[in-house]
């Protein structure tokens, strides 16, 4: 799609003033790379690729050196986080937590050497895909949470944790032992509890309300969660893993509904 794309901008403007086209199909936009001694007119870019059937507006331009004291800014980011939903930033440690969690599993399966050679990369970076998109989703529902000003006391995520473990037939002392094993965190653990619980009490007490069936309740979630994904700022400070997370949704095929342009 986006070669089609290409080709019919160059085309159309006699120019090959585009160097780059990236889609991230989570969240619905598109960043072009563009040289702005020959592309002059930005409105085109949205058009081609509305042109194409996926309609666009264009919602930001930068320029080089903003694009650079950007970059210098995520670098430093990037140190403890891999990405920002707004002002929900996500730690690199959770993320780490995480993707040893998920690699532990894989040659607990299949076996230490799961990971080794092409294959193997494939495999990670899948799984880097993965997990980044599971925790970018989790960002956006805690943003909207947020802006809403909703929070659980810290009482209440006590009395519903114990809840759990009293359902699991476990204490947390066994929970911590579990975890260990599997070189997961316990506290990373419990925040991944709270923050479930959050989104879970917030979405029954409000966004949900007053719909009773099932397939109300999911079309109803679906609604809400696909125009918080489409209104969320999501900035990758980790440009690698952006780049891993953009090329698997690019296998996707498809694209995006707004656009950026950088020089």
């Known amino acids: 799609m986006w070669q089609l794309f290409l080709h019919r901008y160059h085309r159309e403007r006699q120019s090959n003033g585009i160097s780059d086209v ?49 970059n210098n800014l995520f670098a430093d ?33 299949y076996g230490n050497s799961i990971f080794t050679g092409d294959q193997g990369d494939a495999l990670l970076q899948r799984l880097q895909s993965q997990i980044a998109a599971s ?15 909703f929070k659980l006391p810290a009482k209440t995520v006590e009395v519903e944790f114990d809840k759990f473990l009293s359902e699991k037939g476990t204490t947390r002392q066994e929970l911590r032992k579990v975890l260990g094993e599997t070189d997961f965190d316990y506290g990373y653990f419990y925040k991944k509890f709270e923050n479930r619980l959050t989104i879970d009490r917030y979405l029954n007490d409000t966004v949900l309300a ?53 020089q």
Request: aromatic share 8%; proline share 1%.
């Open 210 to 262: 007053g719909f009773t069936s099932d397939l109300d309740k999911k079309q109803h979630y679906s609604d809400w969660f696909n125009n918080a994904r489409l209104l969320a700022k999501v900035v990758y400070y980790d440009k690698n893993l952006e780049n891993i997370v953009q090329n698997s949704s690019a296998g996707a095929g498809g694209c995006g509904n707004s656009c950026s342009t950088k």
């Open 77 to 109: 980011r990037a140190r403890l986080y891999i990405a920002a939903v707004g002002d929900w930033e996500i730690a690199r440690g959770d993320f780490d937590s995480e993707l040893s969690h998920a690699r532990g599993r894989y040659e607990k399966a």
């Open 22 to 70: 990236l889609v991230d199909l989570s969240s619905g936009r598109v960043e072009v790379f563009y040289d702005s001694t020959r592309v002059k007119d930005l409105t085109l870019i949205a058009s081609a690729i509305t042109a194409v059937g996926y309609p666009a507006t264009l919602k930001q331009t930068m320029s080089q050196n903003e694009i650079e004291k950007e």
């Open 135 to 149: 925790l970018i989703s989790e960002g956006i529902q805690m943003q909207e949470v947020r802006k809403a000003g």
